[in-house]
């Protein structure tokens, strides 16, 4: 019975699924006005909304004008309804098992938003890291909260650094404009510091460049010009150094996923945006992305990095056989966490023995 009980749970979480992907990029209302059709307007009834069958019985056909439904939505249906099947085979009927269906819904979300709009909403990636750290402190699940924090600053600090380094790449190594009071520029600072002297005094560091830019309201940061170079450069002469190369690493990654996750926080809280001015710099990789990946830290921990070399390895194959120009990272992401969180460990153990270990 709970098998059949998450696969229709899953199907009707769907249905709202498709409207959240609809609605929330928007601004509008998740639960009014009711769902109408896209095409004529015309309300939908109980008889026009039910998961899959009611796209199948209607022929992918609008009852009322005729015309052609998108099958995305049966699609995230389904999709849904077979991801919260595949979690009631791993958890019985429990909190845990209800909070796993949480973690595959925003995912869900999340990778069909990133689809449509090349955006990660915040609400969304902070919710999925949040729900994954309350639940790391109240239950110890999936992990206890300390891996859970962990978890979450190395995967964010790990694709922020990415992140910073493409950039720099597509800049030609030139400055790029540092932002006030919080931006790259500070995490990867953290960064470096991180490395030298412990992500607490790393972060503490770049906190404090990040008071000085509100207060003076000019950037008071070290170039990422600075920074980046140096920080493999302290890593490689780490033993030289006089420090431990896995603890000057550590420290790199959770110096800078603090500054990326709180500097995002920041952005993601402050009521009135500015408006863009000037070109903009071409990114490698988006800040959503890195929040993204911090949230998929704190629920899977170090298979966080599992999950991230799936979605590199899937979004490369994918993005050859598609030759598309600019592809979204975010279902990657999403698709890679989701299997790491269910088939981390066989994987794992699978890679060892294949490499004889
Ligand atoms: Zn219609």
């Given at each position: 019975m709970w098998p059949l009980f998450a696969l229709v749970l899953g199907l009707l979480v769907g249905s709202f699924l498709n409207v959240v992907v609809h609605r929330l990029p928007k601004g509008?209302?998740?639960?009014?006005p009711p769902s109408r059709c896209?095409?004529?307007?015309h309300r939908l009834g109980p008889m026009d909304l039910v998961p899959v069958l009611s796209y199948l019985a209607l022929g992918g056909r609008c009852r009322y004008c005729g015309k052609p439904i998108s099958p995305r939505y049966p699609l995230v249906e389904a999709l849904t309804g077979g991801l919260f099947l595949l979690a009631s085979l791993h958890y019985p009927p429990s909190l845990e098992a209800l909070l796993v269906f949480a973690f595959l819904s925003l995912l869900v979300a999340l990778a069909f938003i990133d689809l449509d709009t090349f955006e990660l909403p915040d609400g969304l990636t902070y919710g999925l890291l949040l729900l994954g750290l309350l639940a790391a402190a109240l239950?110890?699940?999936?992990?206890?909260f300390g891996e859970a924090l962990d978890g979450a600053l190395l995967a964010a600090g790990a694709l922020a650094l990415i992140a910073g380094y493409g950039g720099l790449f597509l800049r030609r190594f030139q400055e790029g404009k540092a932002e006030v009071p919080v931006g790259p520029h500070q995490v990867h600072m953290a960064a470096l510091f991180g490395a030298l002297l412990g992500p607490g005094v790393g972060m503490a560091l770049a906190f404090l460049a990040w008071g000085l830019s509100g207060r003076t309201g000019k950037a008071v940061v070290l170039p990422d010009r600075v920074t980046l170079p140096l920080l493999p450069l302290v890593l490689l002469l780490a033993p030289a150094l006089g420090l431990d190369f896995p603890e000057a690493l550590r420290g790199a990654l959770l110096a800078a996923g603090g500054l990326a996750l709180a500097g995002g926080l920041y952005w993601a809280l402050r009521p009135a945006p500015p408006e863009e001015e000037g070109e903009e710099e071409p990114v490698a990789l988006g800040y959503g992305d890195v929040k993204l990946m911090g949230a998929l830290g704190a629920w899977l921990g170090l298979y966080a990095f599992l999950g991230l070399f799936l979605a590199v390895f899937a979004g490369a194959l994918l993005g050859l056989l598609l030759r598309q120009r600019k592809i979204p990272f975010g279902p990657y992401l999403a698709l890679g966490g989701v299997a790491a969180f269910f088939f981390g460990e066989a994987l794992w153990r699978a890679y060892l023995s294949w490499l004889g270990l």
């Amino acid at each position: 019975m709970w098998p059949l009980f998450a696969l229709v749970l899953g199907l009707l979480v769907g249905s709202f699924l498709n409207v959240v992907v609809h609605r929330l990029p928007k601004g509008e209302s998740i639960v009014f006005p009711p769902s109408r059709c896209p095409r004529c307007g015309h309300r939908l009834g109980p008889m026009d909304l039910v998961p899959v069958l009611s796209y199948l019985a209607l022929g992918g056909r609008c009852r009322y004008c005729g015309k052609p439904i998108s099958p995305r939505y049966p699609l995230v249906e389904a999709l849904t309804g077979g991801l919260f099947l595949l979690a009631s085979l791993h958890y019985p009927p429990s909190l845990e098992a209800l909070l796993v269906f949480a973690f595959l819904s925003l995912l869900v979300a999340l990778a069909f938003i990133d689809l449509d709009t090349f955006e990660l909403p915040d609400g969304l990636t902070y919710g999925l890291l949040l729900l994954g750290l309350l639940a790391a402190a109240l239950l110890a699940f999936p992990l206890p909260f300390g891996e859970a924090l962990d978890g979450a600053l190395l995967a964010a600090g790990a694709l922020a650094l990415i992140a910073g380094y493409g950039g720099l790449f597509l800049r030609r190594f030139q400055e790029g404009k540092a932002e006030v009071p919080v931006g790259p520029h500070q995490v990867h600072m953290a960064a470096l510091f991180g490395a030298l002297l412990g992500p607490g005094v790393g972060m503490a560091l770049a906190f404090l460049a990040w008071g000085l830019s509100g207060r003076t309201g000019k950037a008071v940061v070290l170039p990422d010009r600075v920074t980046l170079p140096l920080l493999p450069l302290v890593l490689l002469l780490a033993p030289a150094l006089g420090l431990d190369f896995p603890e000057a690493l550590r420290g790199a990654l959770l110096a800078a996923g603090g500054l990326a996750l709180a500097g995002g926080l920041y952005w993601a809280l402050r009521p009135a945006p500015p408006e863009e001015e000037g070109e903009e710099e071409p990114v490698a990789l988006g800040y959503g992305d890195v929040k993204l990946m911090g949230a998929l830290g704190a629920w899977l921990g170090l298979y966080a990095f599992l999950g991230l070399f799936l979605a590199v390895f899937a979004g490369a194959l994918l993005g050859l056989l598609l030759r598309q120009r600019k592809i979204p990272f975010g279902p990657y992401l999403a698709l890679g966490g989701v299997a790491a969180f269910f088939f981390g460990e066989a994987l794992w153990r699978a890679y060892l023995s294949w490499l004889g270990l």
